[in-house]
């Protein structure tokens, strides 16, 4: 065979090949995603509120696949860039992976989710091992977010807001001080680490010692800056007395 009878056999072959990777590119687009994956918890004495925000992709069937929302309660569902068809979504099981999914009227289609979910235990508490050389109650909290839907997220985030009163102590995990956000909203603590991948089935975690801000503490401080300043100044008192005096003639 030779060059020219060759060539006809390139291009047949090219062609056939620019097809296949074609198809696995739309096949690629097509299907659930979850590109990022946004949380706002808030913790009170009564109970914990969660918002999420969400952008995904919707299945050919226009499903929209989320982690699983466990024993809460969903407050609210709202969607942007296509319809809701089923306003309180649905629990069901993947492979043994739990997931809540919605349905909009568009498949294939990018959206935003944005959920409200209420309950408790979004954040586990406990006593930290901390209190017993911090003076004071100390407590440990843990997220533990799980992606219990088929698909990776892209990017997942959190920003965990504290009750009124309470302070940051120390944070466990993430580990490098680099990969936080520590803000004051609303005079409310709140840390945000850096937002990260989470695989199909995978997990991630926060984990802080929050300690009491106690009224007292501020008072003691003073307290404490009153008591030196009294002390130094009675330390000085012999000298001041001594301090010559400078007579005219």
Not at 38 to 62: F, H, R, Y
Not at 153 to 167: A, F, H, M, V, W
Not at 173 to 184: G, H, I, N, R, Y
Not at 205 to 227: F, H, K, M, Y
Request: charged letters at 25%.
């Amino acid at each position: 065979m030779n060059a020219n009878q060759r060539k006809p056999w390139a291009v047949i072959f090219s062609t056939i090949l620019i097809g296949i990777l074609g198809n696995v590119s739309i096949f690629a687009e097509e299907g659930p995603k979850i590109k990022t994956y946004s949380e706002v918890v808030t913790l009170s004495k009564d109970t914990q509120t969660m918002k999420v925000q969400a952008e995904c992709v919707s299945d050919p069937e226009g499903f929209v696949y989320l982690p699983s929302r466990a024993k809460l309660t969903v407050k609210e569902i709202t969607v942007k860039g296509a319809e809701l068809k089923n306003p309180k979504g649905e629990d069901g099981k993947l492979k043994d992976l739990p997931y809540f999914r919605i349905q909009v009227d568009k498949p294939n289609t990018a959206v935003t989710v944005s959920l409200v979910y209420e309950g408790k235990d979004i954040v586990k508490e406990k006593e930290s091992k901390l209190g017993e050389t911090y003076p004071g109650r100390v407590t440990n909290y843990t997220r533990t977010f799980l992606n219990t839907t088929p698909v990776d997220i892209g990017k997942y985030s959190i920003t965990l807001q504290l009750p009124e009163g309470k302070d940051i102590l120390k944070v466990t995990k993430p580990a490098k001080f680099e990969d936080l956000k520590l803000s004051v909203k609303d005079g409310h603590k709140q840390v945000t680490p850096k937002a990260a991948a989470v695989k199909a089935g995978g997990n991630y975690e926060l984990v802080l010692d929050v300690c009491e801000q106690p009224a007292t503490r501020n008072i003691t401080i003073w307290v404490i800056s009153i008591g030196l300043a009294v002390f130094f100044l009675v330390k000085r008192k012999d000298v001041l007395k001594k301090a010559p005096t400078n007579k005219q003639d």
